[in-house]
């Protein structure tokens, strides 16, 4: 699975948006792009995925560059519920029946402190 | 629908002894994997199992193994405890093999903290 790179910690004011940045500049064609965080003394959480088009749920938007080799995490209203870890991955989605390879490499992480 | 679930969620051994951590995954899903996270290391994958297979294992010691069940529990065990060993370890399962890509992302649940005295 391709490397990642994330600032150590970011601030954020409660309320307003928190854009977390991700590098993967060796990410091949194949793997997509995980979002996970966090929060203190819990398992990790997923937030969203994406290939190469930006996706948005109900948690969250990911911003993928055109060439792949960087991402946005949006958070578009943070709340101090939202201080957590938040991990970039890239790996290959494996969807056919035969199963899942499913192995997770998380980096350092990002954490992010949002503050009243 | 129940998330992932592990007991137990704290634990004590003495170093030598053994110690089994049970893992029950989010009803239907058919991967479990298994990571340990420590402050020095941080979140590492042990192994991961598909329909009681073992499909791809992490770079740790033999005393770590582990098993999955017909409906898809699973089991870790690590033998001969060092103090070292202590740690916060996590289960996460996938629905996995359900022919959508959008249904890879993995589901963790609270994990167990083992402490090594």
């Known amino acids: 699975d391709a490397k990642t790179t994330q600032p150590t910690s970011m601030d954020c004011a409660e309320g307003r948006a928190a854009n977390l940045p991700c590098n993967h500049s060796t990410i091949s064609g194949n793997e997509y792009v995980y979002w996970y965080r966090q929060i203190h003394s819990q398992g990790p959480q997923y937030i969203i995925h994406g290939l190469k088009n930006n996706e948005t749920n109900e948690m969250a938007s990911l911003i993928i560059t055109e060439d792949r080799k960087s991402s946005t995490l949006i958070l578009p209203h943070a709340t101090l519920r939202d201080t957590a870890v938040y991990y970039c991955i890239v790996r290959v989605a494996h969807q056919n029946s035969g199963g899942s390879n499913y192995k997770l490499t998380f980096g350092k992480g990002t954490l992010l402190t949002v503050n009243p | 629908k129940a998330g992932v679930t592990q007991t137990p969620r704290y634990l004590i051994k003495t170093r030598g002894q053994q110690v089994t951590l049970s893992c029950s995954p989010i009803s239907g899903h058919r991967s479990v994997s298994w990571y340990q996270q420590t402050p020095g290391q941080g979140l590492q994958f042990l192994f991961e199992y598909f329909s009681e297979t073992q499909r791809n294992k992490g770079n740790f010691p033999g005393r770590f193994s582990g098993r999955q069940f017909s409906n898809s529990r699973s089991e870790m065990n690590v033998s001969t405890l060092e103090l070292g060993d202590s740690a916060l370890y996590l289960c996460?399962?996938?629905?996995?093999?359900?022919?959508?890509?959008?249904?890879?992302?993995?589901?963790f649940g609270q994990g167990t903290r083992l402490t090594v005295v």
């Open positions: 996460a399962s996938s629905p996995a093999g359900t022919g959508s890509v959008r249904n890879t992302e993995a589901f």
